[in-house]
C-alpha cells in the first residue's frame, strides 16, 4: 500500500518560497512582478483556474492583471492584447489560459507571447531550451511534478520512467525535464503497442493521457510511484448533482501497489498554479537582468 504525495502541502511550501523571495526581490529594488491573465469566453472551468490564479498571486505578493475577451473574439483579438501586454514593461508574465473557443488558433496564440513573458513555458524557444538541456521557462505542470518527485525522495537518476501521453504542454516537456535528471524516459501515446507492458516496467508513472481511470493498478510494478496528471469528471450517481473527480489512473488499485501516488484532486493541481507563481519572479527576475 502506498503513501500519498499532498500536492497541497507542497505547493503551500513552494508559495511560501515564493512570497519571501518576491519581498527580497522588492526590498532590493526590483518592481512588484506582475502576471497578466488573459480570459477568452466563458468556460466554467477556465473562470475557477483563472480565480485560483489570481488568488495565489495575492498570496505571493504578486501584482495581477485579468483581460477578458468574449467567446467571439477571433484569432486577431487575442493576438492584440497579447501584443498590448508584450509591449508593457510592467507586465513580466503572461499567461493565456486555455483552451481558447473554436476559432481561436491557439499555437499561433502561444508563440506570439514574448518568449521572456511566456511564464507558461509553452512557446517553441523555451520547449526547445528545456530540449537542449538549458530551460528558461519550464512548463508549469511538469515543473511542479518534478517538484513532486524531489519533495518525495524519489529516486531520478537511473529510473525507468513511463509518460503516457505526448502534449506538448505535459508529456513532451516532462521527458525533457526527466531526461535532464538521468532518467531513462519513455514516452506513450495512442498508438504505442504493449502500453500496458510498458507501464508495467516503469520505476515512475507519469498518466496525462485525458482518459478517466485509464491506467489500471494491475498495469503498476509493486513500488512504483506514480504521477496522476489526469482531471476527469465520471457520470453522476442516481440522486447526485455532479459526477465524482477522478484521474487517468485507477487510484484504488493503483495505491495497493505503489510506493507512493497522488491523489485527484489535490495532487499535481495545487502544484502547477505554484510553479506559475515561482515563474512569474522568474521572469521579473530575467527582466530586470538577475537571471
Partial sequence: MGSLIDGKAIAAKVKDEVATDVATFVQQGGAQPCLAVVLVGE?????????????????????????????TATTGDVLAVVDELNADPSVNGILVQMPLPNGCDEDTVIEHVDPLKDVDGFHSSNLGRLAGGVPRFISCTPFGILRLLQESDIRLEGADAVIVGRSRIVGRPMAYLLTNESAT?????????????????????????????????????????VIDVGINRLPPEPDAKKGKLVGDVHFDEAFEVASAITPVPGGVGPMTVAMLMKNTLFAARLQRGDA
Fill in 43 to 71: 468556460d466554467p472551468a477556465s473562470a475557477i483556474y483563472v480565480r485560483h490564479k489570481i488568488r495565489s498571486c495575492e498570496k505571493c505578493g504578486i501584482r495581477s492583471i485579468k483581460k477578458e475577451l468574449p467567446a
Fill in 185 to 225: 524516459v519513455t514516452v506513450c501515446h495512442s498508438r504505442t503497442r504493449d502500453l500496458e507492458g510498458h507501464v508495467r516496467r516503469a520505476d515512475i508513472v507519469i498518466a496525462a493521457v485525458g482518459r478517466a481511470e485509464f491506467v489500471r493498478g494491475s498495469w503498476i510494478k509493486p513500488g512504483a510511484a
